[in-house]
Nanobody, 119 residues
Framework: QVQLVESGGGLVQPGGSLRLSCAAS????????MSWYRQGPGKERELVAG????????NYLDSVKGRFTISRDNAKNTVALQMNSLKSEDTAVYYC????????????WGRGTQVTVSS
């Protein structure tokens, strides 16, 4: 059974930092492109950051560039999102997402972790 389990969310003041982790089980992480999505209150889910299978290419939502960093450790089956200089607009539930394409798309979602940025 495939599971993606996020952790590391919480309440932080504006300007603070959090590090989210996604622990994958039941799959070989190196076969999947990995991403972090978020969904804020009353908003659509949006792609925050993505990283390719080997970790040699990343992409970011414009509003988080320079503040967030996505990374992965395929040996440990984990993906991380380092979030610095957090703003109130970063408040959202953050989801880990795995995607593999080989003739068809295989994808998995975590259940999410809440990040609240507030003073």
């Amino acid at each position: 059974q495939v599971q993606l389990v996020e952790s590391g969310g919480g309440l932080v003041q504006p300007g603070g930092s959090l590090r989210l982790s996604c622990a994958a089980s039941g799959l070989v992480l190196s076969a999947f492109d990995m991403s972090w999505y978020r969904q804020g209150p009353g908003k659509e889910r949006e792609l925050v950051a993505g990283i390719t299978r080997a970790g040699n290419s990343t992409n970011y939502l414009d509003s988080v560039k320079g503040r967030f960093t996505i990374s992965r450790d395929n040996a440990k089956n984990t993906v991380a999102l380092q979030m610095n200089s957090l703003k109130s607009e970063d408040t959202a539930v953050y989801y880990c997402y795995a995607r593999h394409f080989n003739y068809k798309i295989i994808e998995y979602w975590g259940r999410g972790t809440q990040v609240t940025v507030s003073s």
